[in-house]
Structures are given as structure tokens and as C-alpha cells.
């Protein structure tokens, strides 16, 4: 017997395998309804069927409570906050919110500050609204950015507005190192 035959004998018998197992259509050649695609078998000539009323996507209740529902502002929450803003926010609105990010730099329109009393005043659900749902020339990050991140998002802008307004009078500590 030819010994040195056989490594090209296995080759042989791994690629006849290889090609025979690719030759069952069973699962491709089934009849089947492509994707909305019109069908005679229903009233209503469509293959898509509705969903059963009061049909709820999984995790979809805890999405709506938790967007309604803001977790308590820790230093922790405004860290992770911070950091997502930073991936986020940043490219536009700026690190430290005055809307002149890198892509505002490029020619994109430029976000109002964050510093406007008017968007100080501005309640939490604004910004979780524009963050969710995009605004005017903003696209939504609500696919994204899930609730929970979007609150820390929203206590870190808290930060920066108070950062932006801030006296020398309200950190006497930093005073007292400055003099
Ligand atoms: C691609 C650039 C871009 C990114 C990224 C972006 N924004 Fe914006 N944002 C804008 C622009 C531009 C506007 C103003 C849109 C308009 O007035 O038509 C805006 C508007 C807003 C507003 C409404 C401000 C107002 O005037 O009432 C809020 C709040 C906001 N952005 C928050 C965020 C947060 C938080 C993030 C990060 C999760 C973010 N944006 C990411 C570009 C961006």
C-alpha cells in the first residue's frame, strides 16, 4: 500500500462531504411567504399576520416605566452620564454643552447652548423627549441610548449647566485655593 496516497485520499473524502452537504435545499426550496409578500391563503391578501390586540414586545414595559421614571441623582449616575454624553452629545452639542462640537466644526447646525436659561429652566422630560425622539435637525437616540443612560445623560447636562453659571462665591473652597 502507498502510504504517502492517503493525505490525498482524506482531502478527496473532505471535500466530497463538504459538497454533498451542501446540496440539501430542504430549508431554501420549502414553500414559504417571503417578507410582506401578498397571499391568497387570508381574507385580507396579505402573509403578514397582525398581531393579537394587546401584543407587548419583550422588555417593552420596562422601557416604559423606566422613562418616566428617573433613578435618584448620584455621583456615580452623573460619572456614567458624563462618560455617555462624552461618546454621545459631545461630537455635536460640545464637552462642555455650548453646541460646538467637532461635527457642528464641519458644517453641521450648530445646537443651542445648554447654558440658555432657557434650557435651564427647561423640565428633564425636554431633554429625555429630545434625546428619545430627536429634535428638528437631531436625530433620536432612542434605539441607542436606553432609559436608564438617558437620565444620567440628562443629570450630567444638569452638571454642566450648573458648571456654566456658576460664582466663584458658590465653591468658597476653590476661592480660598486661588488667592
Ligand atoms: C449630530 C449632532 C447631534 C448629536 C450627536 C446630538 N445632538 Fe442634540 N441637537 C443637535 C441640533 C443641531 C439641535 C437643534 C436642532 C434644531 O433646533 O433643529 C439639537 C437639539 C437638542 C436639544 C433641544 C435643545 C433646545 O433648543 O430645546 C436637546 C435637549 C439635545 N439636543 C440634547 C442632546 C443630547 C443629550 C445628545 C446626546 C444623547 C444629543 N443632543 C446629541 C445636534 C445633535
Redesign the pocket.
Known amino acids: 500500500m502507498n502510504c504517502s496516497a492517503k493525505p490525498a485520499h482524506f482531502l478527496w473524502l473532505l471535500l466530497a462531504t463538504l459538497f454533498l452537504a451542501g446540496c440539501d435545499v430542504s430549508m431554501t426550496q420549502q414553500k414559504k411567504a417571503r417578507a410582506l409578500s401578498p397571499s391568497a391563503f387570508w381574507h385580507d391578501g396579505a402573509s403578514a399576520r397582525p398581531l393579537p390586540p394587546g401584543t407587548v414586545a419583550q422588555g417593552d414595559l420596562a422601557r416604559d416605566a423606566a422613562a418616566t421614571d428617573p433613578p435618584p441623582v448620584s455621583l456615580a449616575i452623573v460619572a456614567k452620564g458624563r462618560e455617555?454624553?462624552d461618546?454621545?452629545?459631545?461630537?455635536?452639542?460640545g464637552l462642555a454643552g455650548e453646541?460646538d462640537?467637532i461635527?457642528?466644526a464641519r458644517g453641521?447646525?450648530?445646537?443651542?447652548s445648554?447654558a440658555?436659561a432657557?434650557?435651564r429652566a427647561?423640565p428633564a422630560q425636554?431633554?429625555f423627549?429630545?434625546?428619545t425622539n430627536?429634535?428638528?435637525?437631531?436625530?433620536p437616540?432612542g434605539a441607542?441610548?436606553p432609559p436608564q443612560d438617558?437620565w444620567a445623560?440628562?443629570a450630567y447636562?444638569r452638571a454642566l449647566q450648573l458648571a456654566s453659571a456658576a460664582q466663584l462665591a458658590s465653591v468658597p473652597e476653590a476661592a480660598e485655593k486661588i488667592r
Open positions: 455617555r454624553y461618546i454621545f452629545c459631545a461630537p455635536c452639542h453646541g462640537g461635527v457642528v453641521f447646525p450648530a445646537p443651542q445648554f440658555l432657557r434650557l427647561a425636554h431633554f423627549d429630545a434625546i430627536g429634535y428638528g435637525t437631531m436625530y437616540f441607542r441610548i438617558r445623560i440628562i447636562v
